[in-house]
């Protein structure tokens, strides 16, 4: 028997990236770590993550594309502290988000 397989929305999967980036810390994480935890392609890695730096959420730093780590901006502490309400807002509802 096959299992339907869940989608994440887009929105979630941002967000999973962003809790990547917060679990490092100071530090930063690379794309490397950011891909693996947030279980995707290495296109929709770019994607995204041009994205979360165009929208100011995420600030890239690093001297090229060996040394690249990202860090969130106050806008994407911001925001995953939203998205997290808005996750146990819609969990006690039985809404997928």
Known sequence: MSRKRAYRSKMRILADMMRAIQSEGEEGAGPTK????????????????DELVEKELVKEAGDGESNRVYHLTEKGRDFLREFVKMEKFS???????
């Open 34 to 49: 950011i891909l693996y935890a947030a279980n995707l392609s290495h296109d929709r890695l770019t994607q995204y993550l």
């Open 91 to 97: 969990e006690a509802f039985g809404i997928d988000i």
